[in-house]
Nanobody
Framework: QVQLVESGGGLVQAGGSLKLSCVAS????????MGWYRQAPGKQRELVAR???????DYADSVKGRFTISRDNAKNAVHLQMNSLKFEDTAVYYC???????????????WGKGTLVTVSS
């Protein structure tokens, strides 16, 4: 089984910064894309940022220039540095990883349990 464990959420004032981290563990042959999604109260879960195994990145327009995603392949980890936080960034942030458990198997999506980020205005 593959487990994703997030850390780093919390309460921060608008304009502040937080760094989220997520570590994958378990039976894994290869981790493909990793990413961060968020879900605000009453809204659908949305992509925040994702990164391929080769390091290519993609960001939601609402966070471009403020958030930076990175990964440490040696540690099976992905990070999200969030700067210039806004009230509207308040949400539960979920880590996602597409993991192939075997050389000849396609990847499957796994999710962390989420970490709450609250930005006070």
């Amino acid at each position: 089984q593959v487990q994703l464990v997030e850390s780093g959420g919390g309460l921060v004032q608008a304009g502040g910064s937080l760094k989220l981290s997520c570590v994958a563990s378990g039976s894994m042959f290869r981790i493909n894309d990793m990413g961060w999604y968020r879900q605000a109260p009453g809204k659908q879960r949305e992509l925040v940022a994702r990164i391929t195994g080769g390091g290519s990145t993609d960001y939601a327009d609402s966070v471009k220039g403020r958030f930076t995603i990175s990964r440490d392949n040696a540690k099976n980890a992905v990070h999200l540095q969030m700067n210039s936080l806004k009230f509207e960034d308040t949400a539960v942030y979920y880590c996602n990883a597409n993991v192939a458990k075997h050389r000849y198997l396609n990847g499957e999506d796994y999710w962390g349990k989420g970490t709450l980020v609250t930005v006070s205005s």
